[in-house]
């Protein structure tokens, strides 16, 4: 920590002082959750080899 922040005295958490906490990350992200909107990245044909050649890699 010393080699991020340098020496600090009595503000040795101040790194992760202002991080936020897990239940209010989780909570943010459920807000800001969203649907997927727009066209798809892949037609269902592209979707299928994908997955196909994914698979395949599993075999070796």
């Known amino acids: 920590m010393f080699r991020i922040t340098g020496k600090e005295?009595?503000?040795a958490l101040?790194?992760?002082a202002?991080?936020?906490m897990t239940e209010d990350?989780?909570?943010r992200m459920?807000?800001?959750n969203r649907p997927a909107s727009g066209p798809p990245l892949?037609?269902?044909e592209e979707w299928r080899s994908l997955k196909s050649i994914c698979?395949?890699?599993t075999r070796l």
């Open 9 to 11: 005295g009595d503000r």
């Open 14 to 16: 101040s790194l992760i």
């Open 18 to 20: 202002s991080h936020p």
């Open 25 to 27: 990350r989780l909570a």
């Open 30 to 32: 459920t807000r800001e």
């Open 42 to 44: 892949l037609t269902a």
């Open 55 to 57: 698979h395949a890699g």
